[in-house]
Nanobody
Framework: QVHLAESGGGLVQAGGSTRLSCAVSGLTFRNYHMGWFRQAPGKDRELVGTSSRPGSGGRVYYTESVKGRFTISRDNANGMVYLEMNSLIPEDTAVYYC??????????????????WGQGTQVTVSS
């Protein structure tokens, strides 16, 4: 059974940092692209960034609003993906989700292509 479990987050002051972890089990992690998404209250879910599988180059992509502040990394040996979040702003407040996909690389930025999702973890940035 596939299972994705996010951890980390919580309440952070503006300008602060935190790191989210996502533990993945029940699938061959190296074969999956990983994505981080977020959903703020009253807003649609949006892409934060992606990490392509090693066989597709292991590239990382960030949406413009987090570029330079967030860093995605993955540990292929242990089925973990991380989201390091720095210089946090109140607009980063959201539930953050990790997700796994085997879609072709061209579809990696669309949430509908992700087959497996975690339950989400709340990040609240106070001003």
């Amino acid at each position: 059974q596939v299972h994705l479990a996010e951890s980390g987050g919580g309440l952070v002051q503006a300008g602060g940092s935190t790191r989210l972890s996502c533990a993945v089990s029940g699938l061959t992690f190296r074969n999956y692209h990983m994505g981080w998404f977020r959903q703020a209250p009253g807003k649609d879910r949006e892409l934060v960034g992606t990490s392509s599988r090693p066989g597709s180059g292991g590239r990382v992509y960030y949406t413009e609003s987090v570029k330079g502040r967030f860093t995605i990394s993955r540990d292929n040996a242990n089925g973990m993906v991380y989201l390091e979040m720095n210089s946090l702003i109140p607009e980063d407040t959201a539930v953050y989700y990790c997700a796994a996909s085997t879609v072709a690389l061209s579809g990696i930025r669309q949430s509908e292509h992700y087959q497996h999702w975690g339950q989400g973890t709340q990040v609240t940035v106070s001003s």
